[in-house]
């Protein structure tokens, strides 16, 4: 016999006695609950409580710094964190964990400004791409791929070459350069909201087409956009304190981490506190936003974790 005859042949299955009939294992009770609701994961957990304390720091920075971030005490630079300074002082005598707690609000600002720019300038362009066409979406598509070979950064570097640094210029410029990223999803999006059935459905009752977009398709198309953006606040928040670091967005002595971070590069072999505090504060923001961003991401999609 060959190796697809045996494959083919059919298996001899042993019958259950009369008046028996298998039944599956039923799981135990705990068993099911612990199926029902996954246990919470230490690390999302310790991003949540960050991001709340985040939050804390932008509503009421006075309660948690009461400080002024602006004093300087020229007799207590370059103090070694303490109890009189937790994260020490800087080369001004400014204490250094107010000016952080201070500068939060200034740091999540420009990454929430810039990824609001990107959504929305994203989402107009990448609807306008799947709603015509072929002409038009071949010609915004190819605009896009040209875009978003380029880096974001180096499209904020040339958008601040144009219309010069500060905080409020930094916001267009890093949202300019993320608009093309979130236009290719959303036209991806469109594409797929569009042949679904209860859009056809809206088209065969006669709405008009301004409806269909706002009641149908546009809320469809946001939610994975939105998803997406939570990660993106975390990198629009990075690529700000570059360009500060680089001295082409929030000018000093504002508080901003990465204003901090350039002044503190100078001082780093008698000071290293100066840089590697606010980098830490920086680094954890990142990693907290993409962590709960990621979860949301895979509840959306109905994952489980």
């Not at 929305?120 to 709603?131: D, E, F, K, S």
């Not at 236009?183 to 056809?200: D, F, K, N, P, W």
């Amino acid at each position: 016999m060959s190796i697809t005859d045996r494959t083919l042949a059919p298996v001899a299955v042993q019958a259950a006695p009369t008046g028996t009939l298998p039944t599956p294992a039923e799981p135990r009770p705990h068993v099911r609950a612990a199926r029902r609701r996954p246990g919470l994961r230490p690390g999302l957990v310790l991003a949540s409580a960050f991001l709340l304390w985040l939050a804390a720091a932008v509503l009421v920075p006075g309660l948690l710094a009461p400080g002024d971030p602006y004093a300087v005490e020229p007799a207590r630079s370059f103090e070694a964190p303490g109890p009189q300074a937790w994260f020490g002082t800087d080369d001004s005598g400014a204490d250094a964990y107010t000016r952080i707690i201070h500068g939060t609000a200034t740091s999540l600002s420009i990454g929430l400004g810039a990824t609001a720019i990107g959504v929305v300038g994203g989402t107009a362009i990448g609807l306008l791409a799947g709603l015509n066409g072929r002409l038009v979406e071949a010609s915004v598509m190819r605009v896009l791929d040209v875009t978003l070979a380029i880096p974001e950064i180096l499209l904020a570097l040339v958008v601040i070459g144009i219309i010069g640094g500060g905080t409020g210029n930094a916001i267009l410029a890093i949202g300019a350069g993320s608009i093309a990223y979130y236009a290719r999803i959303t036209r991806a999006q469109t594409h797929l909201v569009r042949r679904s059935g209860y859009v056809e459905a809206a088209r065969t009752l006669g709405l008009p087409g301004w409806r269909i977009l706002l009641a149908h398709i546009l809320p469809k198309v946001l939610k994975p956009v939105l998803v997406l953006a939570t990660i993106g606040v975390g990198s629009a928040i990075g690529a700000g304190a570059s360009l500060s670091f680089l001295g082409l967005g929030t000018p000093p002595p504002a508080p901003e981490w990465g204003a901090m971070l350039s002044a503190g590069r100078n001082f780093i072999s008698n000071a290293p506190w100066l840089i590697t505090l606010p980098a830490a504060f920086l680094v954890a923001t990142v990693l907290s936003i993409t962590v709960v961003g990621r979860e949301l991401r895979r509840r959306s999609e109905g994952r489980l974790p």
